[in-house]
């Protein structure tokens, strides 16, 4: 797909690394699926993959981590 925010790149999927914050926790999930601009670096989430990033986070805020550091396993 082009690139929405620079207008000149095509993005390539790749695996990213995404750090959360949520109610005092920090996770930092690596390993993620996303569609990475080739020319700015955007990085694109679908839908599927987002909600289940936040669904981590707020289990990880539900019972108290600080920092957590996981690689994103898909369901």
Same mark, same amino acid.
């Given at each position: 797909?082009?690139?929405?925010?620079?207008?000149?790149? !095509? &993005?390539?999927?790749? /695996?990213? &690394?995404? &750090?959360?914050?949520?109610? $005092? *926790?920090?996770?930092?999930?690596?390993?993620?699926?996303?569609?990475?601009?080739?020319?700015? $670096?955007?990085?694109?989430?679908?839908?599927?993959?987002?909600?289940?990033?936040?669904?981590? *986070?707020?289990? *990880?805020? /539900?019972?108290?981590?600080?920092?957590? !550091? /996981?690689?994103?396993?898909? *369901?």
């Amino acid at each position: 797909m082009k690139c929405v925010i620079c207008k000149h790149g !095509v &993005t390539k999927l790749a /695996r990213v &690394t995404v &750090t959360l914050e949520k109610g $005092g *926790a920090t996770i930092i999930l690596k390993s993620v699926p996303a569609e990475v601009c080739q020319n700015c $670096g955007e990085q694109y989430i679908d839908a599927e993959t987002s909600a289940k990033l936040m669904k981590e *986070a707020q289990e *990880a805020a /539900r019972v108290g981590v600080e920092v957590e !550091v /996981r690689t994103y396993v898909a *369901a």
